[in-house]
């Protein structure tokens, strides 16, 4: 795992990329380097900083030069062995042994051809030497980023956003921010500054001397659901456990130590186990919070799930209570993320992956896509059971939405997850199947996301949830469970998840992978019908019956856990005269962006016990934050805090 930049015919090229680089070291602190080229009356521009994982000799130094061709790569390729055995027997030979060659090599053989072939994670820039184009490229499932941003038939891209932004002047995007708003992150489809964006997952791009821009696609997610169900019509059912078993031992390919996230929980457990079989003694890191943290916020007790699955399987765990100094750590990690991402987990992977880094360990494999995939999420289940309620009289309907609607979601001392559970279904159960969906995970219905934001943004609203409802209306299943499941995959894996994860341990410089977003893994997940992934009011129910061979039933089947933060107590004490200070006098409000009159409402309400706006007001925080650096013009605070 690496940082790669560089610039396609771009003034100053060699300055930039200089620059582009130093802002990503934090993602390659093992190795630095720049190559150069003229094209046509301009340069190319290739850096790199290097993480190294595999091959840690300066044979797998980059920018990779061999032949005529250059290659920046951030990534790994976990069928690189049998790449490499298929490009040997072509007669290729090999100077070292790093992934990076491998890709080199394929890329030379296959163009664009080799990129449907790749199993792993991966976004690079190749550059040929005798045609003067530079192609850049980013895995299927969009674990890996690529931010890019063209003006005139100029080209500079990065690992991150803010490398961009400290080399040419950006404004931020109204639309995106609004779209950070409803769903607590920006979409892979937007980009939180006019002008860059993110190279799609599955795609490429290609740059050629004489301006000319050409854009493709080699992998869609659309297309392997569609295969899926055919798969399963035809009764081809996938050995799921023989999947999982097999890409977790992909993963596992490293020259350096390899540990685990473990939660707990049933993805993280079974990954782990599964690990501990090819790595006895593997280390595996896990979180706890305060007490009085964790009692406030009526969190459930996963470590004593984490510490039944170590004693079991050998594993060496690592316990990491997190009591963290969040007016510290808020403008540190909204650097981090580069864009305004809501979600706490951010910080609790951050803080994992900075405990493993100080023990020597790189490469972590985690559990995410899992519930993406299997349909493991709350609202899985709970758009599922929306389709029941609907069939209850209305009179019945508005008579319970009324009394739970008196319930408080708090006292001064604990809160009421049930209750607030409760009013969170009753929020979308009687809506139509999209904008349930929709509603059961974003922050805000149209009424009130409208008024929360400046009315010159009126007409952007409607553009988000348009774009919405376009993605998820974007495939031909006739089954309701893995729609919402390759809408999450499509919109919520790469947009949240996938994101915060690569940018919150490479801010640590530790490589995450994750075994379940895997091409194999995703063609097995579509192959399952719905009904055998929700099964009765078990979400996950083939990946349960699958781990079942694994661990122990009461792993399996526990209460589902939370990868989150205790957000009511930390708003209701850490950050409550943040929230106050950026309410009264912060630059949202004071630039118009957001109206206060909405925000004092929902303080007031989260304060009195009615709403829960603990989640809402966080994000208003990293937004705030975010903004502020943004506008700045010279670094801003979240900057200058890393």
Known sequence: MCGIAGTYRWPDGKAVTDRLTDTLAHRGPDGAGRYGHPVGDGDVQLGHRRLA?????????????????????????????????????????????????????????????????????????????????????????????????????????????????????????????????????????????????????GSWLRCRPDGRVERGRFWNLRDVAAEGRDRARSGDQPDLAAVVEESTRRHMLSDVPVATFLSGGLDSSYLTALAARHQPGISAYTIGFRAEDAKFEAMPDDLRYARQVARQFGVDLHEIEIAPDVLDLLPRMTYHLDEPIGDPAAINTFLICEAAREAGVKVMLSGMGADELFAGYRKHLANVIALRYQRVPRPLRRGLSAAVDRLPVATARRGYRSVRFAKRFLSFADLPEETAFRRSYTMYDRGDLLALINPDLAGTVDDVL???????????????????????????????????????????????????????????????????????RQGKAVLKEAATSVLPREIVYRPKGLFSAPLRAWMSRDLAPLVAEVINDGVLVNSGLLRRDALARMVAEDAAGQRDFSKHLWHVLTLEYWYRDATSGSGGSARSAA
């Not at 991966?122 to 980023?145: C, H, N, S, Y």
């Not at 894996?493 to 994860?501: C, E, F, K, S």
């Not at 997940?525 to 009765?536: C, E, Q």
């Open 53 to 201: 994982i595999i091959d840690l000799s300066d044979t797998g130094a980059q920018p990779m030069v061999s032949d005529g061709l250059v290659l920046t790569y951030n990534g790994e390729l976990y069928n690189a062995p049998e790449l490499r055995a298929e490009l040997t027997a072509a007669g290729v030979r090999f100077h070292g042994t790093s992934d990076t060659e491998v890709l080199l090599e394929a890329w030379r053989r296959w163009g664009t051809d080799c990129l449907p072939r790749l199993r792993g994670m991966f976004a690079f820039g190749v550059f040929d030497e005798r045609t003067g184009e530079l192609v850049l490229a980013r895995d299927q499932l969009g674990i890996k980023p690529l931010f890019l941003l063209r003006r005139g038939q100029g080209l500079v891209f990065a690992s991150e956003l803010k490398a961009l932004a400290g080399v040419t002047s950006l404004e931020p995007d109204p639309s995106a921010l609004v779209a950070s708003l409803l769903y607590y992150w920006v979409p892979d489809s937007r980009c939180a500054y006019r002008e860059a964006e993110k190279l799609p997952p």
């Open 466 to 536: 348009t774009e919405h409802a376009d993605v998820y209306a974007d495939n031909d299943l006739d089954d309701f469970v893995n729609r919402m499941c390759l809408g999450d995959a499509r919109m919520f894996l790469p947009g949240l998840n996938l994101a915060y994860t690569d940018r919150s341990s490479m801010a640590a410089s530790t490589e995450v992978r994750v075994p379940y977003v895997d091409v194999e893994v995703v063609r097995a997940a579509f192959a399952v019908p719905g009904d055998r992934k929700i099964v009765g």
